[in-house]
T-cell receptor, first 111, second 113 residues
Framework: QQQVKQSPQSLIVQKGGIPIINCAYE??????FPWYQQFPGKGPALLIA?????SEKKEGRFTISFNKSAKQFSLHIMDSQPGDSATYFC??????????FGKGTRLSVIA | EAEVAQSPRYKITEKSQAVAFWCDPISGHATLYWYRQILGQGPELLVQFQDESVVDDSQLPKDRFSAERLKGVDSTLKIQPAELGDSAMYLC???????????FGSGTQLSVL
């Protein structure tokens, strides 16, 4: 059973565009929601994370929007660049239980 | 910047053979994880260690997989015998405490022929 549903599976945007990746969850006990970025041949790297007591978090060009009532959260990449082309994974965790990853979104930013 | 070291980078083996992967976490990180990532999927946890103790191995196929972290530092993941369906990327990660920021290694890409 997939606990975190991520969409879209792939995304192509023009340089400067704002790709948006969405995730939905069912378990209301989740208390930490990180996003990981993975380049080909590399392991995932933590990009940004949010806890459910805030509705938005910004770090540089990356923003997480969190909707607790809808049990959804999304990643926005402002002024996207070709170097942002990677696979992005949302994840969720409850306390010390294992991190659960979404299936990933392959983003391509074209010049 | 400190990194999680994994070896080998690639491994090709025939089914029914034994394979082993090694991981050296970031110094001082008490929590170590082994994940399996199938192409096009997100990582799935196989086993989690806190120091030398197994915290969670509920998704580890124990009939063929084993993992150890004897001195609470580096770790080895073994598969015996390997099956065709084991072909995947095996990722090691570490963190200073459970579920705080995970640092992943570059993984071992396993191909079982």
């Amino acid at each position: 059973q997939q606990q975190v549903k991520q969409s879209p599976q792939s995304l192509i945007v023009q340089k400067g565009g704002i790709p948006i990746i969405n995730c939905a969850y069912e378990n209301t006990a989740f208390d930490y929601f990180p996003w990981y970025q993975q380049f080909p041949g590399k392991g995932p790297a933590l990009l940004i994370a949010i806890r459910p007591d805030v509705s938005e978090k910004k770090e540089g060009r990356f923003t997480i929007s969190f909707n607790k009532s809808a049990k959804q959260f999304s990643l926005h990449i402002m002024d996207s660049q070709p170097g942002d082309s990677a696979t992005y994974f949302c994840a969720a965790v409850q306390g010390n239980t294992p991190l659960v990853f979404g299936k990933g979104t392959r983003l391509s930013v074209i010049a | 910047e400190a990194e999680v070291a994994q070896s080998p980078r690639y491994k090709i083996t025939e089914k029914s053979q034994a394979v082993a992967f090694w991981c050296d976490p970031i110094s001082g990180h008490a929590t170590l994880y082994w994940y399996r990532q199938i192409l096009g999927q997100g990582p799935e946890l196989l086993v989690q260690f806190q120091d030398e103790s197994v915290v969670d191995d509920s998704q580890l196929p124990k009939d063929r997989f084993s993992a150890e972290r004897l001195k609470g530092v580096d770790s080895t993941l073994k598969i015996q015998p390997a099956e065709l369906g084991d072909s995947a990327m095996y990722l090691c990660a570490s963190s200073s405490s459970a579920n705080e920021k995970l640092f992943f290694g570059s993984g071992t890409q396993l191909s079982v022929l």
